[in-house]
Nanobody, 113 residues
């Protein structure tokens, strides 16, 4: 069964940090291209960060220098380290298998001012 399960969301004050995890199972492997997206209330889902099969990374301008995407291939897990969080980072965060097009169920991140 193919699954992507996110965890690590929560409520944090502005300036704080969170680390999101996305555990892959089934035929999805973290060695393939993976991405993190987010969707705030009333807004479209947007790209946050991606990591390619070769390891190169890409970030939205709004999170550059604050967020870091990484992966642990033996654990089949992708991470999103989020530092210096801002209220505008509040959203549901989703991971996606870029290679296979599967989405996780999302995890809520709320940043209070």
């Amino acid at each position: 069964q193919v699954q992507l399960v996110e965890s690590g969301g929560g409520l944090v004050q502005a300036g704080g940090s969170l680390r999101l995890s996305c555990a892959a199972s089934g035929k999805i492997f973290a060695i393939n291209a993976m991405g993190w997206y987010r969707q705030a209330p009333g807004k479209q889902r947007e790209l946050v960060a991606t990591i390619a099969a070769g390891g190169s990374t890409n970030y939205a301008d709004s999170v550059k220098g604050r967020f870091t995407i990484s992966r642990d291939i033996p654990k089949n897990t992708v991470y999103l380290q989020m530092n210096s969080l801002k209220p505008e980072d509040t959203a549901v965060y989703y991971c996606k298998s870029e290679a296979f097009g599967y989405w996780g169920q999302g995890t809520q991140v709320t940043v209070s001012s």
